[in-house]
Nanobody, 117 residues
């Protein structure tokens, strides 16, 4: 089992920045991927960014150049630095963990990001 605890959501004005954090604990694999997905009201959950334990990253086109995902493997923590935020970034952001060896996946409970003036 893996537990994920997210933090860092909140209210920010358009053009502002926020940093989300997600700490993983439990049975952490040496070969894993952690990421962030988001779900806006009335919409399906979508992948925002993902980073493997190797450091390989991928991003949704809508956030490229504005969001940066990073991780601290020693702390089993992933970060999402969000800059130049837009109202359409408003959503509940969910942290995810995937064990690339056995295929198990886990989700955090989510943290709300609201971009509004």
């Amino acid at each position: 089992q893996v537990q994920l605890v997210e933090s860092g959501g909140g209210l920010v004005q358009p053009g502002g920045s926020l940093r989300l954090s997600c700490a993983a604990s439990g049975s952490i694999s040496s070969n894993n991927a952690m990421g962030w997905s988001r779900q806006a009201p009335g919409k399906q959950r979508e992948l925002v960014a993902r980073i493997r334990s190797s450091g390989y990253t991928n991003y949704a086109d809508s956030v490229k150049g504005r969001f940066t995902i990073s991780r601290d493997n020693a702390k089993n923590t992933v970060y999402l630095q969000m800059n130049s935020l837009k109202p359409e970034d408003t959503a509940v952001y969910y942290c995810s963990y995937s064990d690339l060896l056995n295929g198990m996946g886990y989700w955090g409970k989510g943290t709300l990001v609201t971009v509004s003036s």
